[in-house]
């Protein structure tokens, strides 16, 4: 089992900037891979981007490349979400998750992650 806990989600205006972390514990030596989706009132849940924790190899969705930046700290099993830019239709609570005990190329399908946090809410204003 692996917990994740997410933090750093609030309220800001279009073209602010948030950053998100989500901290794995539990059965973290073999994380595969960690992600952050999103998911909008009415909408579906979506991929944002997602990181292998072993190479650091990142994928993004094409909405947000150039604004978000993943990044992982293997030490504190933390990956974190640096949000730029930020713009009304990013609003949304945002996710993380986990792929355990392996590693899916490209990791964009939520059907694929094993494990995920309660959701931190993220509001930009315009």
């Known amino acids: 089992q692996v917990q994740l806990v997410e933090s750093g989600g609030g309220s800001v205006q279009a073209g602010g900037s948030l950053r998100l972390s989500c901290a794995a514990s539990?059965?973290?030596?073999?994380?595969?891979?960690m992600g952050w989706f999103r998911q909008a009132p009415g909408k579906e849940r979506e991929f944002v981007a997602a990181?292998?924790?072993?190479?650091?190899?990142?994928y993004y969705a094409d909405s947000v490349k150039g604004r978000f930046t993943i990044s992982r700290d293997n030490a504190k099993n933390t990956v974190y979400l640096q949000m730029n830019s930020l713009k009304p239709e990013d609003t949304a609570v945002y996710y993380c998750?986990?792929?355990?005990?392996?590693?899916?190329?490209?990791?964009?399908?939520?059907?694929?992650?094993?494990?995920w946090g309660q959701g931190t809410q993220v509001t930009v204003s315009s």
């Open positions: 998750a986990v792929v355990y005990d392996r590693i899916v190329i490209p990791p964009v399908k939520s059907q694929v992650y094993d494990y």
């Open positions: 539990g059965r973290t030596f073999s994380l595969g891979v």
């Open positions: 990181v292998t924790w072993s190479r650091g190899r990142s």
